[in-house]
């Protein structure tokens, strides 16, 4: 059971301070135009090794023992968490194996060598990678690093949320891509503390949606995967991020994989960044008109990592013909 609070945020921001990259938050005219609305767009594609997930890996691991540091630490990821583990744990000289599905983006793991950490490209799938990796740490004493479930985590994700609210504190709506749900739950417990009527809505997409069904059933359910461009967000999810999250978010919203490509296409040739799948589904919904009443309000959401193979943008370049999406 996860037990995370707004304090526990704000703990988490004070260990962080100097230590990680304060991102901007940008206004994005021509979204806001769209969706005739005020769209800010949290800018954690440049953060430290490229994503938000570094926030949670160095809240986490400063909280490790001196003899959990000897142990060493063992983490999964579909990439960005791996990556934030490695460069977390070089920082204190701790020993890190980082475990990834075959599906990872090289760049992500070319990253992971880069911090140094010990790469094993086990299993198609996050759920897989993670499994090996709670073997390992069993068979060999070290440390788990959850992706997400995990209070240290949930509240190192929460100060990318505090950072967007400090700066405009007056947000209607808060688009959160949902993977785990770290950042959901770390994103909502800032937004709920601070004005309880600010409505939080998780983005996935239908290549993988367990929020969205396990929301509708009020419980966890088995759902069906299917290759994404959003991997980031890929894999199941675990009782105690859907009990945290169940009473501080207010909805889950399903995007197309084709909507996400153009999406990935729209914010490179509209506002010249790169961003990975996941970091565009907040977006995405936007686009495509997916939530509703969101005419006079006041929008945020999070492009959550930078992390994506350039062979993949030269892609949707071609296939939208380099035309105005």
């Known amino acids: 059971m996860l037990k995370a609070t707004y304090q526990d945020v704000l703990i988490a921001a004070k260990r962080l301070k100097g230590r990680i990259n304060e991102t901007p938050l940008i206004h994005s005219d021509l979204l806001s135009s769209e969706a ?101 740490a069993d068979e060999t004493g070290r440390v788990f690093i959850n992706a997400f479930e995990d209070d240290l985590v949930v509240a190192g994700q929460g100060t990318t949320a505090l950072e967007a609210f400090l700066e405009e504190p007056d947000f209607d709506i808060v688009l959160v891509p949902a993977g785990g749900g770290g950042l959901l739950c770390g994103v909502a417990l800032v937004a709920k503390a601070i004005n309880p009527n600010i409505q939080v809505i998780g983005i996935q997409t239908f290549a993988s949606p367990p929020w969205y069904y ?32 169940k009473g501080i978010v207010d909805d889950i919203v399903l995007v197309e994989e084709e909507d996400v490509a153009r999406s ?10 790169l961003l990975e799948g996941s970091a565009v589904v907040g977006i995405t919904a936007l686009q495509q008109g997916l939530i509703p009443n969101v005419k006079g309000k006041k929008i945020l959401t999070f492009a959550t990592g930078g992390n994506v193979d350039l062979g993949r943008i030269s892609k949707f370049y071609n296939d939208f013909d380099g035309g105005d999406q």
Do not use: C
């Open 214 to 245: 396990a929301f509708k059933a009020g419980k966890l359910v088995d759902v069906e995967y299917l290759s994404s461009f959003a991997e980031g967000l890929h894999g199941g999810i675990t009782a105690g991020n859907f009990d945290l999250a």
């Open 36 to 136: 005739g609305a005020e769209v800010f767009i949290k800018m954690e594609s440049l953060q430290k090794t490229g994503s938000f997930k570094v926030r949670g890996a160095l809240n986490k691991i400063d909280a490790l023992t001196e003899q959990e540091q000897k142990r060493g630490v063992v983490t999964a990821s579909a990439g960005n968490h791996a990556q934030a583990v490695a460069y977390a744990s070089s920082l204190k000289g701790i020993s890190a194996k980082i475990v990834v599905p075959s599906s990872t983006p090289q760049t992500k793991l070319d990253g992971i060598k880069r911090y140094g950490g010990d790469l094993i490209v086990y299993g198609d799938i996050y759920d897989e990678a993670e499994e090996y990796a709670l073997r390992l």
């Open 264 to 273: 990935m296409y729209w914010m490179a040739k509209h506002h010249h960044y």
